[in-house]
């Protein structure tokens, strides 16, 4: 069964000079459960600089996936104490991103929840800084199932 939910992202970026930047995104989205994991899907917005992707994000107890596509490319899987590298594409070009999870916490049912994740990240094998990203996911009243 799929749900249209309504989702509220918060990221947080700190960079190794000391500077951060916190965004803030809140948009509808779609919510499902395949093979024990819990799929949300939605549209960026230029308030991201995304504009033209679609972002996807399978999480299971104890893992995060954060695949993107369209105008930027990446997918990111987000496991605690390992570090996994992925190319990130962009309309300028392409860059390897090394994810290390210091945290992940999953708190997801067939109606919502949250999902939060704490990482270090790299860029092209040197320390870029910390991220956060939480998400929140509430069924939007009086809408039906899109199943």
């Known amino acids: ?3 249209q939910v309504l989702i509220t992202v918060d990221s947080k970026m700190d960079d190794m000079n000391g500077g951060n930047n916190a965004m803030s995104l809140v948009t509808e ?3 499902s459960v395949e093979n024990d994991e819990y799929v949300l899907s939605y549209e960026e917005s230029q308030i991201t600089g995304l504009n033209g992707t679609t972002t996807v994000i399978r999480a299971t107890s104890d893992s995060v996936t954060l695949i993107r596509h369209g105008a930027v490319s990446s997918m990111m899987l987000f496991e605690v104490g390992k570090t996994h590298l992925t190319d990130y594409q962009t309309q300028y070009g392409s860059i390897m991103l090394g994810v290390t999870a210091r945290k992940v916490d999953v708190a997801m049912n067939e109606n919502g929840g949250h999902i939060n994740v704490d990482y ?3 860029y092209n094998r040197a320390y870029g800084g910390w991220n956060s990203i939480s998400v929140k996911i509430q069924e939007m009243a009086g809408k039906p199932s899109l199943s």
């Open 1 to 3: 069964m799929e749900k």
């Open 29 to 31: 989205g779609r919510l």
């Open 120 to 122: 270090i990240v790299e």
